[in-house]
């Protein structure tokens, strides 16, 4: 068998998500889509805001950063962008008083798959611990069971952190303590193995759910 392509976190959430065969068949010919063609990253709607959101975390934490991107931006993502800067404006007070911690790409296994976890926000505690944030300010919603098989991902790529799930967009917070993200070990392993053959053989069929 051809060996599997790397994909990123974001995409497999696509397949993981999926609720149905026919939803599986679009993620999977999305990612083919992806996988063979050039990344166009101006193309990309989200890319600003997290751009925008790594700069808040870093400088000014207030959340002006995205405020001026939604201010500035076409008429064809104003709304989008809109709604992401008041949504973050939100959730922000979260975090204040923490310190922005550096994080860099990180590579993990999920069945036959290599995953792509991209740099992400991470916050230092008084006390030491780190919590690494994985920000989501996508329309469509995301079901229980992706949000914490992303968690879980993440959590693989920065074992010794605490991991939060912020969904932007429905005001959301989800949180690794006390929660054993390990349960979702078998399911990522077969939806990795599941994709990866899907990925590499051009089969329409497979879904882990």
């Known amino acids: 068998m051809t060996e599997a392509p790397e994909i990123y976190v974001s995409q497999l959430t696509h397949y993981l998500a999926a609720t149905t065969a026919r939803a599986a068949d679009r993620a999977v010919a999305k990612i083919r889509t992806q996988l063979a063609t050039p990344y166009e990253f101006w193309k990309d709607p989200y890319l600003p805001v997290q751009n925008r959101l790594l700069r808040d975390r870093r400088g000014s934490r207030d959340g002006?950063?995205?405020?001026?991107l939604a201010e500035s931006a076409s008429a064809s993502r104003k709304a989008n962008y809109t709604l992401a800067a008041e949504g973050w404006a939100r959730l922000a007070p979260w975090w204040d008083g923490l310190q922005h911690e550096r994080l860099h790409n990180q590579r993990v296994q999920v069945g036959d798959l290599t995953v792509v976890v991209p740099r992400l926000?991470?916050?230092r505690h008084p006390g030491g611990e780190l919590e690494v944030l994985y920000v989501r300010f996508n329309?469509?919603?995301l079901p229980l069971y992706a949000t914490f098989g992303v968690?879980?991902?993440?959590?693989?790529?920065?074992?010794?952190?605490t991991i939060t799930f912020v969904d932007v967009r429905r005001g959301a917070v989800h949180t690794s303590k006390g929660r054993d993200l390990t349960v979702y070990d078998a399911w990522l392993t077969e939806a990795g193995n599941d994709l990866a053959k899907l990925l590499t053989t051009g089969q329409d069929q497979a879904h882990a759910a």
């Open 139 to 141: 329309k469509a919603d």
């Open 64 to 68: 002006q950063e995205l405020a001026e």
């Open 121 to 123: 926000c991470a916050e």
């Open 151 to 161: 968690m879980r991902i993440v959590q693989l790529a920065h074992p010794e952190a």
